[in-house]
T-cell receptor, first 113, second 113 residues
Framework: AQSVTQLDSQVPVFEEAPVELRCNYS??????LFWYVQYPNQGLQLLLK??????LVESINGFEAEFNKSQTSFHLRKPSVHISDTAEYFC???????????FGGGTRVLVKP | DVKVTQSSRYLVKRTGEKVFLECVQD?????MFWYRQDPGLGLRLIYF???????EKGDIPEGYSVSREKKERFSLILESASTNQTSMYLC????????????FGSGTQLSVL
C-alpha cells in the first residue's frame, strides 16, 4: 500500500522569505506525485505534478518540487512567498498503474507581512 | 471549465439518519471519488468508481456506501449517520489514466448531532 507523510503540519513564514514543504512517500512500485493547494474557502486544485523525465517540476506561480527516488521525497519549494500563497498544501501519490490517489496530512502555510 | 458540483455546502443531520451526498461532474470523466477531509489527517479516500455501477473501497469505507447509476453522478450514502462522521466531504473526478489530475468540488460540511 502507498502512503504519504508531510512532516510539517504548519509553516509560518514572512513575506518574501523562502519556504520548503516536506513530503515523503512509500510505495513498492512506480508512482506519480502531485502537489495540490487549497486556498481559504476554496476547493483543492492541482499545483504541479511529476510523471517522468526531469526530476524538477515547476508551477506557473513560482513553486517547484524535486523528485528524489532514493530518498522517496517530493519536497515543494518557493524562493520568495507572497501573502497570496497562504493556503493548505497537500502532497499526493498515485501508482502509475492505479486509480487511487493517496494524500498526506497537509501543511498549512501562513505568510505574514 | 470543468465543473464538479456537490449538492449542498452545509448539511446538519441527526444521529441515525440516512444521509445522501450528491456529486455531479460535466466532463465525461470515468473516475469519481469521495474523500473526507479532517484537520491534521488530510484527505482520506472513502470510495471511488471507475465506471458506471463499478466501485471500489478506499481506505475508510466503513459506515458508507456509494451509488453510480449514471456516469456523471456519484452519490455517497451514510446508512446511519454517527457523530464521528462529522466532516468535510469532497467529491472529485478525473479521466481514467493515472497521470490525470483530479478536479474537486467545493465540499460539503456535514455536521451530525
Amino acid at each position: 500500500a502507498q502512503s504519504v507523510t508531510q512532516l510539517d503540519s504548519q509553516v509560518p513564514v514572512f513575506e518574501e522569505a523562502p519556504v520548503e514543504l516536506r513530503c515523503n512517500y512509500s510505495s513498492s512500485v512506480s508512482v506519480y506525485l502531485f502537489w495540490y493547494v487549497q486556498y481559504p474557502n476554496q476547493g483543492l486544485q492541482l499545483l504541479l505534478k511529476y510523471l517522468s523525465g526531469s526530476t524538477l517540476v515547476e508551477s506557473i506561480n513560482g513553486f517547484e518540487a524535486e523528485f528524489n527516488k532514493s530518498q522517496t521525497s517530493f519536497h515543494l519549494r518557493k524562493p520568495s512567498v507572497h501573502i497570496s500563497d497562504t493556503a493548505e498544501y497537500f502532497c499526493a501519490v498515485r501508482k502509475a498503474a492505479g486509480n487511487k490517489l493517496t494524500f498526506g496530512g497537509g501543511t498549512r502555510v501562513l505568510v505574514k507581512p | 471549465d470543468v465543473k464538479v458540483t456537490q449538492s449542498s455546502r452545509y448539511l446538519v443531520k441527526r444521529t441515525g439518519e440516512k444521509v445522501f451526498l450528491e456529486c455531479v461532474q460535466d466532463m465525461d470523466h470515468e473516475n469519481m471519488f469521495w474523500y473526507r477531509q479532517d484537520p491534521g489527517l488530510g484527505l482520506r479516500l472513502i470510495y471511488f468508481s471507475y465506471d458506471v455501477k463499478m466501485k471500489e473501497k478506499g481506505d475508510i469505507p466503513e459506515g458508507y456506501s456509494v451509488s453510480r447509476e449514471k456516469k456523471e453522478r456519484f452519490s455517497l450514502i451514510l446508512e446511519s449517520a454517527s457523530t464521528n462522521q462529522t466532516s468535510m466531504y469532497l467529491c472529485a473526478s478525473s479521466f481514467v489514466t493515472a497521470n490525470e489530475k483530479l478536479f474537486f468540488g467545493s465540499g460539503t460540511q456535514l455536521s451530525v448531532l
